[in-house]
């Protein structure tokens, strides 16, 4: 059991399960522990305070599962919690240990992709209001992008309760992408700053204009962190490679196992967890 160091990947719920697939996809040789906080789930209209509280316990329940490694797959926790984590927390409860988050590689992307520097973000209301995007986007252009953000509080819930394709789904992701565009009419690159957005894929492609190019933030993840383990070989070799999966849930097992399979083609035989 001394040598099982998966790398951890946190969510609030089910949403980072689609970073998860594309960095299995990616990286299948190494052990992967997930961990969704579904019991408290969701993190987008909560306070920064709570976020963070949240979002530091289940990182250090995964250090003791073990973790050398853990990934924020959730946009909120990584913009109200990372930074925090990173700089205060890590350098007393783990120096040696590492978490990353999700929006610094989906701002990479989308700054490396736009041809006339005018982009917008869709996500929670928390991540939003967190300005994170915003902040990140700025610092990576040199302030050169004109930058508009539009809150979808209803998507997330329209992926959980399976309503993607019905008529709901498409008026409130119509209306979003129509105040999006008034905000900014130019705009040539949307990022999609939640983990569940990737789910309306095809509900966006219908209200979106064609030539606006979509950052989905799975694949970009999955290859950020491939870099990453690359230029740290002392942490890549840290974590063992067995191939294996283990999901955790704060909630109900059956009902996460039952749920999972809206965001990965696995079978999913999660455990339930207690640490709150
Ligand atoms: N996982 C969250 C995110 O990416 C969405 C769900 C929630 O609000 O907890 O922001």
């Known amino acids: 059991m001394d040598n099982y160091k998966p790398i951890g990947i946190f969510d609030s719920g089910y949403g980072g399960l689609t970073i998860l697939k594309e960095i299995r996809k990616a990286l299948p040789q190494y052990d992967y522990l997930y961990l969704g906080d579904n019991a408290r789930t969701p993190y987008g209209t909560r306070s920064f305070e709570v976020v963070y509280q949240y979002t530091l316990e289940a990182v250090k329940k995964l250090f003791s599962m073990g973790c050398e490694l853990v990934v924020l797959a959730c946009n909120t926790a990584s913009a109200k919690a990372l930074r925090s984590i990173q700089q205060n927390d890590l350098p007393k409860i783990a120096p040696e240990k590492r978490v990353l988050g999700v929006i610094r590689p989906s701002v990479e992307e989308v700054v490396s992709i736009t041809q006339n520097g005018h982009v917008g973000v869709l996500g ?67 990022v999609l700053g939640c983990t569940h957005y990737p789910l309306l894929h095809h509900t966006l492609k219908k209200f979106l204009p064609q030539h606006i190019k979509i950052v989905e933030q799975g694949s970009i993840v999955a290859k950020k962190l491939a870099d990453y383990l ?14 294996g999966i283990k999901y955790f849930t704060t909630e ?14 696995d079978v999913v035989n999660s455990k339930n967890i207690n640490y709150l």
């Open 124 to 190: 929670t209301n928390g991540t939003v209001s967190s300005l994170s995007y915003v902040l990140e986007l700025e610092k990576l252009s040199d302030g050169k992008l004109a930058i508009s953000q539009e809150a979808c509080p209803m998507w997330v819930p329209i992926v959980e309760n399976n309503e993607i394709g019905t008529q709901g789904a498409d008026y409130f992701v119509k209306k979003n992408i129509e105040n999006l565009l008034v905000a900014d009419s130019l705009i040539d690159t949307v």
């Open 230 to 243: 690359k230029r740290h070989p002392e942490m890549e070799t840290r974590c063992s490679k067995q191939a």
């Open 252 to 265: 109900n097992a059956e009902t996460f196992d039952e749920k999972a399979s809206l965001f990965i083609d």
